[in-house]
């Protein structure tokens, strides 16, 4: 197969339609483009495929940069840079389609045609009804100038149309599917300029990614069958062909397409839900490439593994767990200080503005307070919002009556005597909250141990039956809160049975 790039002069391209929040699948298809790009020092440019004017509001050209750069992503050159082979809309790019529309109307390789959209239903309805795969039957293919100014006078704006050779094969390699060939006759003269003026799909992305010098087009397998219309028009335009790849779909966990039925579709929703975007780039890289690493990779590393032929053809399942793995390590990465800041940007960003900073600020003005609230729940953090139900659980008065209610606490609470709670506050005042020195003389005097004493003291400390050590959050708790909780321990158990 011909290399038509080098990694000497590699350049890929992201070319999203800004019709909606990114897609986790399209997230993916510009990740694999830019760590082909920057495997090898090659060029990253970022288009804008606008031209579905409907669609395509302002909001979401700008939801599309931000969330681009959210997950890490550079570009060398785009709509919002600029850059040597500009512009980088395609709506800001009508005259220089203009000129290539008219350079293939010159050599009689396009034409206008005038069918309605009722012709065309109606003559895919007899192809349909003989069996016959539904194409353009080729009406306005011979129609001459007279024919052509009469219609026109008509006031029916044409479209205009590829004049696809008549026979013969066209061969396309792909870099993930191997070589495809294509009989001519089967194609049908497609649609190069709709009546509006306005390109269609397959000719502005053609010849954007030619005139843009792009060499690698990697993109969803939805496109695999654009390929063979968009080589045509570059032959026919005398124009560089890239080398394409196209990757396979990423499907839901039950093989359906992504919805937010899977728990998120788009890469909105992973940053709402709080992940972290190195988690999120060390999951997208995975899905359908093959790293032989396992550990958290930085963006060098993920780069320097990522090449075209680790790309699987099957296609990719969203898997909620498998990302939460990447949460979980890529939390681990962060030191306590990069981790509050991150909890911070979560809160601030939510209804709750900022309630994890307001709550830690009542407590105490102690500038080490987040710090050591960071350090130890951090283990048990994979979310903002369990940062901030540890924070409830550790400072809020209420204690655990107005939280969730964790039937295992409960129920270790239920089996615990009446008198161990009395025993229990006196105790903790004595050793004056020393964890060790409490838990020790609190197991000698109560002759309960290992987790008959520990699960009651974590359940009426905390509400729940698992979560951060306690001698950690003994501390955050402080003696005044652990004194009441320890005190109300039983009547609470009580309320709650009721
Ligand atoms: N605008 C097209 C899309 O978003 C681009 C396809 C391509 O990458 O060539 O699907
Ligand atoms: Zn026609």
Same mark, same amino acid.
């Given at each position: 197969?011909?290399?038509?790039y080098t990694?000497?002069?590699?350049k ?17 298809t ?19 495929e606008?031209t ?5 509001p302002?909001?979401?050209e700008k ?87 009469e219609?026109?006078a ?7 149309r ?10 396309v390699p ?8 294509y ?12 009546s ?11 010849l ?15 496109? *695999?069958?654009n ?35 899977h728990?998120?579709?788009s ?9 972290l ?38 296609p ?10 990447w949460?979980?390590?890529?939390l ?38 987040p710090?050591?609230?960071?350090a ?43 008198e161990?709670?009395?025993l229990?506050?006196?105790l ?18 109560s ?5 008959? *004493?520990?699960?009651?003291?974590r ?23 652990a ?16």
């Amino acid at each position: 197969m011909a290399q038509y790039y080098t990694t000497m002069n590699l350049k890929s391209r992201f070319a999203p339609s800004p019709t909606g929040y990114l897609h986790l699948g399209n997230a993916r298809t510009a990740l694999f483009a830019w760590l082909a790009a920057r495997a090898v020092a090659g060029r990253f440019v970022l288009r804008l495929e606008d031209t579905d004017q409907s669609r395509s509001p302002q909001i979401y050209e700008k939801a599309l940069l931000e969330d681009l750069r959210w997950l890490g992503l550079n570009w060398d050159e785009g709509p919002d840079i600029g850059g040597p082979v500009g512009p980088y809309r395609q709506m800001e790019r009508l005259d220089i389609y203009q000129k290539y529309y008219e350079a293939l109307l010159e050599t009689g390789q396009a034409y206008p045609c005038y069918c309605s959209a009722e012709d065309l239903a109606a003559e895919r309805a007899v192809q349909r009804a003989s069996g016959k795969p539904p194409r353009y039957g080729g009406r306005c293919r011979h129609l001459n100038a007279e024919q052509r100014s009469e219609l026109e006078a008509r006031g029916i704006q044409p479209v205009l149309r590829y004049r696809v050779p008549d026979s013969g094969m066209l061969i396309v390699p792909d870099r993930v599917w191997g070589e495809r060939s294509y009989a001519l006759a089967d194609l049908g003269d497609f649609v190069i300029r709709r009546s509006d003026g306005s390109p269609a799909f397959f000719f502005a992305n053609a010849l954007d990614d030619a005139l843009m010098g792009v060499n690698l087009v990697l993109r969803g397998e939805d496109h *695999l069958s654009n390929t063979p219309r968009q080589v045509l028009i570059l032959q026919a335009l005398d124009l560089p062909i890239p080398e394409y790849a196209h990757l396979p779909l990423l499907l839901g966990s039950d093989g359906q397409p992504l919805s937010k039925r899977h728990g998120a579709a788009s890469l909105r929703d992973l940053q709402l839900q709080g992940y972290l975007p190195a988690a999120v780039r060390n999951y997208l890289a995975r899905l359908g490439h093959h790293y032989a690493e396992t550990d958290l990779l930085d963006d060098q590393a993920l780069a320097a593994g990522f090449s075209v032929e680790k790309i699987s053809r099957a296609p990719g399942h969203f898997d909620v767990a498998q990302l939460q793995h990447w949460q979980r390590l890529a939390l681990q990465a962060l030191s306590d200080a990069q981790l509050w800041e991150w909890l911070l940007a979560a809160n601030s960003s939510n209804i709750e503005n900022r309630l994890l900073e307001k709550m830690l600020k009542t407590v105490s003005e102690d500038e080490n307070l987040p710090i050591q609230f960071v350090a130890a729940v951090r283990a048990n953090v994979l979310f903002p919002e369990e940062a901030v139900d540890w924070a409830r659980r550790c400072f809020a008065d209420e204690a655990f009556a107005e939280l969730e209610k964790d039937d295992a606490a409960l129920a270790a609470l239920a089996e615990t005597p009446a008198e161990f709670w009395p025993l229990a506050a006196v105790l903790l005042q004595q050793s004056a909250g020393d964890y060790r020195i409490w838990t020790k003389t609190l197991q000698q005097e109560s002759g309960l141990k290992g987790k008959s *004493l520990f699960m009651p003291l974590r359940a009426a400390l905390t509400g729940r039956s698992h979560g951060p050590e306690l001698a950690a959050l003994l501390p955050l708790i402080g003696m005044e809160r652990a004194q009441q909780r320890l005190r109300t321990a039983a009547s609470v158990l009580s309320e709650a049975r009721n």
